[in-house]
């Protein structure tokens, strides 16, 4: 069974209170922990190096130096949060790659749905054995549109499929779907491997007595 380990982020703001509210944002939002936040712009490159962050959460106007500088040094996944909202400063960003940009304050809700779109969007490029255009694009729609994407873009039976494993107390298996949805067991088996590589289901293997493993299927959280 694949372990499933916490995405780490690293906050860098200077207001102290400010950090430490964002960095509680983060700690609630399961499979995500956050770091020590950073205050000193001068300090995230080292902070970078020996704490190997998955993604940084980074302000634009810092007293020692550039957010949006940091941003083209450093080459990990960030999104900047920042009261910010001059056309250059946005442009700026994301030209030199910010995968997500909140303006200061925002809804806690909001940070939680972008960390949860890009959880996923991480899962569906490393559940792939191939890459191809389609996940490529189905990646890119994910991150940029943010959790809501997942609902508005599934089909009925998609629909159907994920209330089935989500109204169960324990592990979906293909004909608890099956029979749940209507489907063949074989058309239940493509619809959940399609959700476990789109990052809305989590895959389990369990091993019988025959030794034979049997797929069950849980809801991402």
């Known amino acids: 069974m694949t372990q499933h380990t916490d995405l780490r982020v690293l906050v860098v703001d200077d207001d102290f209170r400010v950090a430490a509210l964002h960095a509680s944002y983060v700690d609630e939002v399961p499979g995500f922990m956050a ?3 950073v205050h000193d712009a001068r300090m995230v490159p080292r902070v970078v190096a020996e704490q190997k962050p998955d993604l940084l959460l980074l302000d634009v106007y810092l007293p020692q130096g550039s957010g949006l500088d940091l941003l083209a040094a450093l080459d990990i996944d960030a999104f900047v949060l920042s009261a910010a909202t001059e056309v250059d400063a946005v442009r700026t960003a994301i030209r030199r790659g ?4 909140l303006i200061k304050p925002f809804d806690p809700k909001v940070l939680t749905g972008k960390l949860r779109s890009y959880a996923r969007y991480r899962r569906q490029l490393e559940a792939a054995t191939i890459i191809d255009q389609s ?26 499929v994920l209330a089935a494993v989500a109204v169960l107390d324990a592990p979906a298996t293909v004909m608890d779907v099956a029979t749940a949805v209507g489907i063949s067991r074989a058309t239940a088996q493509r619809y959940l491997a399609n959700q476990v590589q789109a990052g ?4 389990e293997l369990t091993y019988g007595s025959r030794g034979r493993p049997e797929h069950r299927y849980l809801i991402q959280e």
């Not at 910010?98 to 940009?101: K, N, V």
């Not at 991150?143 to 599934?154: I, R, T, Y």
């Not at 809305?200 to 895959?203: A, D, G, K, T």
């Open 35 to 37: 770091l020590p936040p």
């Open 98 to 101: 910010a995968l997500g940009y």
């Open 135 to 160: 996940i490529i694009d189905r990646a890119q729609r994910t991150l940029l549109a943010g959790e809501e994407s997942v609902s508005l873009s599934a089909t009925p039976t998609e629909q159907a």
């Open 200 to 203: 809305s289901l989590r895959l």
